[in-house]
């Protein structure tokens, strides 16, 4: 049984607090002064704290100043608002998380149910790191490089709160990848693990999918249908491409990210939600917000703690590492073994991979099928000018100096023609993801509406 300390002066606000812990399973004991609260943690030590931030004799802070009394105890802060500068400092000074006053039972509930002490975390850093030293690998991520090794620093620093992250970095650098890490690390663990490409839903969809609807809310709505929010309930929710949500849906995340509540689409009834967001972008946050694709609001609402993934070409002492994982995780699900000579190894080295881990994963698995022997060479890895096949089996040529955007353009556009508009066909044709196919068509079209478009369209 879970021992928890309320420090809070509101003795009814404690009182009610203890009694729902009761009811969960814990003891608890109640403290009204910082004074009483130091007498508590000598006498036992308690597996979490519930720290109010305004107490008579001082604020709740001054605890983090000892570090031996709050040691190996969970510490949830109780503040009167939610602020920018609260989870900030709340994870400064090490806190796992902090409620808002009137207290979300909910959340409450949510955090009893993972308390987990700072011992068995700092345990389970330690395996990673060991882990990391013998194998390259932390957690779900790969490389030794210094880049990624500051990216492992702040993982391990972050993933044991509730803060939320803002993951920034190009397309294919893996920052899904690092988000489930920091699922995988957090109290949460348990917990579903839910990722939503922003870019990838309509966006006559996407309210109802984050947020659900009810029945016959709008045309084709014959049943209740539940968001990501209440889907992912306790655990994390990955909003990718973020400056791709439209800019009245952020407007409504930015509610929930600051009270905890939603309403489904067509419902006027408020529901509570316990859920961590992990958001990232490809973007730079600032021009997203300069160029409109992101309230400057909600920037700084979800870049509390800001995270960013290297491109490949900055930790190509990497690759070598990384191929071998891709290699073997293919050899496990094929049955066949293979492994690269030295030689292959040197040319993956030598480009520049504009498509980052992604695009090494897909070559990868392209020359495992292509190569037939138990050895893959260089021969079929051919890093060439793009030319693409036009409708008409034509082709189309490069012009020296033309900038990489306008040629990734016109590969893609020829190659979707050539394909008759399958989507699936041209990104496995091209070598990239079919998120990545469907975020680059949805610039293109964004980029050749005119001006007059745009604003039927915003009516």
């Known amino acids: 049984m879970g021992h928890a300390l309320i420090v809070e002066d509101d003795a009814d606000s404690a009182e009610m607090m203890a009694a729902l812990i009761a009811s969960e399973g814990f003891t608890a004991a109640t403290a009204h002064t910082l004074r009483d609260a130091r007498r508590h943690l000598a006498m036992r030590e308690p597996d979490i704290v519930l720290l109010d ?3 008579p004799d001082g604020s709740g802070m001054e605890l983090f100043k000892e570090p031996e009394t709050l040691a190996n105890t969970e510490v949830v802060l109780i503040t009167g608002h ?3 500068e609260t989870s900030i400092q709340a994870l400064r000074m090490g806190a796992a998380d902090y409620l808002i006053k009137p207290i979300n039972i909910k959340q409450l509930q949510g955090i009893l149910s993972r308390v987990m002490r700072p011992s068995a975390l700092k345990a389970e850093l330690a395996d990673l790191k060991s882990e990391f030293e013998k194998t390259g690998r932390f957690g779900q991520m790969w490389g030794r490089s210094g880049a990624m090794q500051r990216v492992y620093e702040q993982i391990s620093r972050v993933a044991g709160t509730a803060v939320t992250v803002l993951i920034t970095g190009e397309s294919g650098t893996g920052k899904e990848v690092a988000a489930r890490t920091i699922h995988d690390l957090s109290r949460r663990r348990k917990q579903p693990f839910l990722a939503v490409n922003c870019g990838a839903i309509s966006p006559h969809l996407i309210e109802s999918e984050i947020f659900g609807h009810e029945k016959g809310s709008f045309t084709g709505a014959d049943r209740q249908h539940l968001g990501f929010f209440e889907r992912a309930h ?17 407007v409504k995340l930015l509610r929930v990210l600051e009270t905890g509540t939603f309403m489904r689409v067509g419902s006027t009834n408020a529901l509570e939600t316990d859920v961590r967001v992990i958001a990232a972008t490809n973007r730079v946050p600032e ?30 002492d990497d690759i070598p590492l990384l191929a071998d994982h891709f290699l073997q995780d ?10 690269f000579a030295q030689r292959a190894v040197d040319k993956l080295k030598q ?39 036009s409708g008409d089996g034509a082709t189309i040529t490069v012009r020296v100096g033309t900038p990489l955007a306008e040629v990734e353009r016109t590969l893609i556009l020829a190659t979707l023609q050539r394909f008759g508009n399958h989507k699936e066909k041209t990104a496995a044709a091209l070598g990239v993801s079919l998120k990545t196919l469907y975020n680059r068509l949805k610039e293109y079209s964004q980029e050749s509406a005119s001006p007059s478009d745009e604003a039927a369209a915003s009516r």
């Open 287 to 316: 021009q997203a917000v300069a160029s409109g694709k992101l309230r400057e609001d909600l920037l700084y609402r979800l870049n509390v703690f800001p995270i960013h993934l290297p491109p490949l070409q900055d930790r190509l």
């Open 82 to 84: 939610a602020s920018l």
């Open 330 to 339: 293919i050899c496990r699900r094929e049955g066949q073994n293979k492994r």
């Open 234 to 250: 306790g655990g994390t929710l990955f909003l990718d491409e973020i400056t791709e949500m439209p800019l009245e849906l952020q």
């Open 351 to 389: 480009y520049r991979w504009p498509g980052n881990v992604r695009e090494l994963r897909n070559v990868v698995q392209r020359i495992y099928l292509m190569e037939e022997g138990h050895e893959i060479g260089d021969e079929w890895l051919q890093f060439e000018a793009p030319k693409a096949s």
């Open 53 to 55: 931030l305004m107490l």
